[in-house]
C-alpha cells in the first residue's frame, strides 16, 4: 500500500509536514453531499491507515466520488472533512480539511486495540 497521502505540495517558502501515522482497519463510510447539505450518498469503505492529517481508505475502484467529501468511522459520530489527493485503483488517499485532535486518533487506535484488531 503507498503512503501518498497528506503530503501536501508545499507553496513556495513553505516546507511540506508529514504526520505520523497508524496502521488500522475499521470500516468507514464516505458521504457525499447534495444539494442544500444533505446527504445524497454513501459508500462503505475500510480505512487502512490515519494521521491527524489524513488517511488511506479501501474503495471500491469503480466508484467515482467528488474531490471534497465526509467520512465517517465506525463508533464515531464525528463527519471528518475530506479532500481526495490520491487515487490508485482501490487505494484512496484522503487529507482531512483541519487537522484532527490527537485524542480522536488515540480513541480510535484504543478501539482498534481493544477489539483485537492488533
Not at 2 to 31: D, N, W
Not at 53 to 68: E, I, Q, S, Y
Request: proline share 3%; hydrophobic share 45%.
Amino acid at each position: 500500500m503507498s503512503m501518498k497521502i497528506h503530503v501536501a505540495e508545499a507553496k513556495p517558502g513553505q516546507l511540506a509536514t508529514t504526520y505520523q501515522h497508524y496502521f488500522i482497519e475499521r470500516p468507514c463510510r464516505i458521504l457525499i453531499i447534495g444539494q442544500h447539505l444533505k446527504a445524497k450518498t454513501k459508500y462503505q469503505c475500510l480505512l487502512r491507515h490515519i494521521s491527524i492529517a489524513g488517511a488511506m481508505l479501501d474503495f471500491n475502484a469503480a466508484l467515482m466520488v467528488p474531490k471534497h467529501f465526509f467520512l465517517e468511522i465506525d463508533g464515531f459520530k464525528e463527519e471528518i472533512g475530506c479532500s481526495q489527493v490520491h487515487r490508485s485503483g482501490a487505494e484512496l488517499g484522503v487529507r482531512f480539511n483541519m487537522l484532527l485532535a490527537p485524542d480522536f486518533v488515540s480513541r480510535l487506535i484504543r478501539m482498534q486495540f481493544s477489539s483485537g484488531g492488533f
